[in-house]
């Protein structure tokens, strides 16, 4: 189970990273013949036997109910490795569409790879500054104590209890109403960061506040280890937790960007990232008749699905670990 | 977030997605009925806003338009499908030469809900409400001519004679709008300066009383509002028989689109308040097909989104962007956009391109092709260049003479599929001249917020219209007007040519002849045309979805588009 999450989360990640090659065309572009066209079926066979996979052209029979038909008159070969793409089909023949397309028709297939860009790229940053934010503090807090302590947990709490998504709204009001993706995928990132780091920083602390009595950190400080000496020897014993602290984080982050997308609080709509794809799916007949809008909806399940497992696994590692050190 | 707690709330979607796809797939098909009016029964007619105040005078909105249609009647109506006067309390009048006196004659024997009698001192009181100032309605700074109030006198219980200040082109169609008010429920209310106050929300449901089709009988907030038949309603059909053929009518209280299709779906409800979304017609079709419904096409839209740059003087974006403010930019962008693919991609087809605000569906006033900018990108681009703006660094987006890119913000309604989606084709299309377009989708409230204080580059949203006639929408053509979009409520005009459009604007309002009237508004599109303000794109086609039991209804392109003749909709194939 372990492995299939890994693998499934690997793909999403190669599919983010190599977004401009295995989109099949630009992400932007849009076909006003296609609108809601039907993901195209890919074939290796046909009445004249075996042949190199080739998709047939669809041909719109009914703009109102967005009705396609294949033309199979002619064959249009994939071409592969042409023009920097994993797979294409000639512009003339085109667009080839392995997910169909939205509203504007505009290839679902492209959008949903560097929608996993800026959709996961946030959430992995937004979770990696909350751990670096959450660990700095969380360990200061448990080195210290006292007052240290006192504060930095009352700041966390004055945090836990705000709601995110309606912070992150309001963060975004904040700023101007046009930002560039750069400055939007910072932005967000940051508010991620702001608003998820408390937990963190209770786990940490509580970890490196158990560790402090521990005989290691007591001959630490007889041999004149300062505060912060300390904490580089303690902080260690939490590595386990933050590592499961990360995988956690980014399904939520993940969730959480997609909901500001969603609402329109998140990056511009033609920008392509998995809440703002989302938004041509909100329509009941988006279900009815264009099922295929989902497939956002699908990928950022299974990713969530594959980090949530992976989460399990490393927590019954990290408990193991523990029991054996306690040993 | 923990991995239980996010496992949950994904089943949960999924889920909630099987189910909600299972009951579209597994809707029980209704039967149509033999299609006669039979008396009684209940249909239920969903509404999208929540009311506030069921006295029209005070709610100009659709609420107050709603309330005022089922509960209250007028003098006289257009029929929003013809355009013909029709007797409402009065069966008939007569008029000057001139066209500024009429005489009315009241119907007799008319009572209001609560049985009270019906005179002309009732309508001298609303005339006296409308244009108190106390009341600040809304309706009354509407119906004045050239600022001056429309005024009334009763000759006797039955008649009254109604004067215009000055002519006045679309002349008594005016008190199409104007719900005669009961002067015993509403007099004591405005001689006490509590008016506004007497017929809100919270407004014991006993204290309204009108003459029209229903009463008001029950609101519950956020849930629905129930209508039941008038016991006093003078109307009767060609047999005879007493209008309104319903018993009830029930109005369910549903904010957002997508449930009140459900609820068709479902059989919940017979009718929605608006016409359906061209993406929502396939479903549709198919629900007509399985005999749950009907689809019926009430022409084309007359109220068309439109596209308009921030050309207050002195706003920042002009000053910023100078080419902003220029005709020649406008018009380059005009022959940049393909209308036709909006139509495609947006309506799927079902909407008319458009090149100004006056479409196919305002008839008469329609002048086809007037100020047509043909799509044409080669043209497009040497507009641009003439003003300087040329792609110098070969990055493939203009710059203008100072080097700056030429981008701009589009401001649009949040939750609007066809606005949103406009946008976005705009983005692409601009896109291809070179022209970088950012779209800002935001709540009404804070596009309005945003309209009021200028503070946008570009807007792309629109208004709608209880009328047809030109003069009825003079907040959009005048200077000085609300709905002027790119300079509203200016105190004297910016611009000689808008200078001119108000005074022919004013000519056409107060010419009594019709021919005259439609040669001078087309002088003024033409202006219009000429100096592209704004852009419009499409006019949709308005099909709406009435269900299988619902008979009666003659849908018009005004809103609402089936409500405004409640009294004539029946339960097809109901015996009582």
């Not at chain 2, 016409?275 to 005999?291: I, V």
Request: with cysteine; proline share 7%.
């Amino acid at each position: 189970m372990r492995r299939v999450a890994g693998g499934l989360l690997l793909g999403f990640v190669l599919l983010a990273l190599l977004a401009p090659s295995v989109s099949p065309n630009d992400p932007q572009v849009q076909s006003p013949d296609r609108t809601f066209a039907p993901p195209m079926r890919v074939h290796v066979r046909d009445s004249e036997g075996w042949q190199a996979p080739f998709v047939y052209r669809q041909v719109l029979v009914d703009r109102i109910s967005r009705t396609y038909t294949d033309s199979h008159d002619v064959r249009v070969p994939l071409q592969w490795f042409v023009g920097g793409r994993l797979v294409s089909v000639a512009a003339d023949r085109g667009p080839l569409l392995l997910c169909g397309a939205d509203a504007v028709g505009r290839d679902l297939c492209a959008r949903l790879a560097y929608g996993a860009r800026l959709s996961l790229g946030v959430a992995v940053l937004g979770a990696c500054g909350a751990l670096l934010l959450g660990a700095w503090l969380g360990a200061t807090a448990g080195t210290f104590g006292g007052r240290v302590d006192t504060l930095v947990m009352t700041v966390a709490d004055f945090v836990l209890v705000l709601p995110v998504v309606y912070l992150a709204i309001v963060l975004r009001a904040t700023r101007p109403l046009v930002m560039d993706t750069g400055e939007m995928f910072v932005l967000m990132s940051a508010i991620f960061a702001g608003a998820a780091w408390p937990d963190v920083a209770r786990g940490v602390r509580s970890v490196v506040a158990s560790e402090r009595s521990r005989d290691y950190a007591e001959a630490a400080r007889a041999v004149g280890a300062g505060p912060c000496r300390l904490v580089g020897h303690l902080l260690p014993a939490a590595y386990g937790f933050l590592r499961i602290e990360f995988v956690l984080l980014v399904p939520a982050l993940l969730i959480a960007e997609s909901t500001l997308s969603f609402v329109g609080f998140g990056f511009e709509g033609a920008i392509p990232s998995w809440g703002g794809l989302l938004k041509d799916s909100e329509a009941l007949t988006a279900m009815y008749s264009a099922p295929w809008l989902l497939i956002p909806a699908v990928a950022l399940f299974v990713v969530v699905l594959a980090l949530q497992t992976l989460a399990g696994a490393g927590a019954s590692a990290v408990n193991i670990d523990r029991a054996r050190t306690h040993r | 977030m923990t991995p239980a707690r996010t496992l949950r709330l994904a089943y949960t979607a999924v889920l909630t997605l099987v189910v909600v796809v299972f009951s579209q797939r597994c809707g029980t098909p209704q039967v149509a009925g033999d299609d006669w009016p039979v008396e009684g029964g209940r249909l239920v007619a969903t509404f999208r806003t929540e009311p506030t105040n069921f006295n029209r005078l005070v709610d100009a909105g659709p609420v107050g338009r709603l309330s005022a249609l089922l509960t209250q009647a007028t003098l006289l109506r257009v029929d929003p499908t013809s355009g013909d006067l029709e007797p409402r309390l009065a069966t008939a009048w007569t008029g000057t030469p001139d066209g500024l006196t009429w005489t009315f004659t009241l119907r007799p024997g008319l009572k209001f809900s609560d049985g009270e009698p019906f005179s002309s001192s009732d309508v001298l009181f609303t005339f006296q409400a409308l244009y108190d100032e106390r009341v600040g309605s809304q309706l009354g700074k509407e119906m004045q001519v050239g600022g001056l109030p429309l005024q009334v006198r009763a000759l006797d219980d039955h008649h009254v004679v109604l004067t215009f200040p000055a002519p006045f082109g679309p002349g008594i169609s005016i008190l199409d709008s104007l719900p005669i008010l009961p002067r015993h429920k509403l007099k004591a209310a405005l001689d006490a300066g509590t008016f506004p106050a007497a017929w809100t929300a919270s407004t014991d449901l006993s204290a309204i009383a009108g003459m029209g089709p229903f009463v008001l009988t029950e609101y519950l907030p956020a849930q629905r509002m129930l209508f039941v038949r008038n016991p006093h309603f003078w109307r009767t059909d060609e047999q005879g028989r007493t209008l309104p053929y319903l018993d009830e009518l029930e109005v369910p209280i549903v904010p957002e689109q997508n449930a009140e299709l459900l609820r068709m779906q479902a059989g919940q409800a017979d009718l929605i308040n608006s016409g359906a979304r061209a993406e929502d017609l396939a479903m549709l079709r198919d629900a007509q097909t399985a005999g749950r419904l009907r689809l019926v096409e009430a022409g084309t839209s007359i109220d068309v989104s439109t596209f308009w740059f921030n050309l207050t003087p002195g706003a920042a974006a002009t000053q910023q962007k100078p080419w902003l403010g220029d005709e020649i930019f406008r018009r380059a962008l005009s022959h940049a956009i393909n209308r036709q693919v909006i139509v495609d991609t947006v309506y799927l087809g079902a909407a008319t391109p458009v090149y100004g605000p006056v479409t196919p569906g305002h008839g008469e006033w329609y002048v086809p092709d007037m100020g047509a900018t043909p799509f044409d990108l080669g043209r497009a681009r040497t507009l641009l260049t003439s003003i300087g703006l040329e792609d110098r660094d070969g990055d493939g987006v203009l710059e203008d003479t100072r080097q700056r890119p030429v981008r701009f913000s589009i401001l649009t309604q949040r939750g609007n599929t066809d606005r949103e989606r406009t946008s976005a084709v705009l983005q692409e299309q601009l896109r291809q001249v070179g022209i970088a377009v950012d779209v800002v989708a935001l709540d009404v409230p804070a596009l309005r917020g945003r309209f009021g204080s200028g503070d946008y580059e570009a807007m792309y949203y629109g208004a709608s219209s209880n009328s047809k006639d030109p003069a009825d929408n003079m907040g959009f053509w005048l200077s000085s007007g609300g709905f002027h979009f790119w300079n509203p409520g200016q105190s004297s005009p910016a611009t000689a040519w808008e200078a001119a459009l108000d005074a022919l604007m004013q000519r056409q309002a107060t010419t009594m002849d019709r021919a005259d009237r439609r040669r001078l508004f087309a002088e003024a599109q033409q202006l219009l045309a000429d100096h592209v303000p704004a852009l419009w794109f499409a006019a949709p086609t308005i099909t709406v979805p009435i269900s299988a039991r619902a008979g009666g209804a003659t849908p018009a392109v005004i809103s609402p588009p089936v409500l405004w003749n409640a009294e004539q909709l029946y339960i097809t194939g109901t015996r009582r």
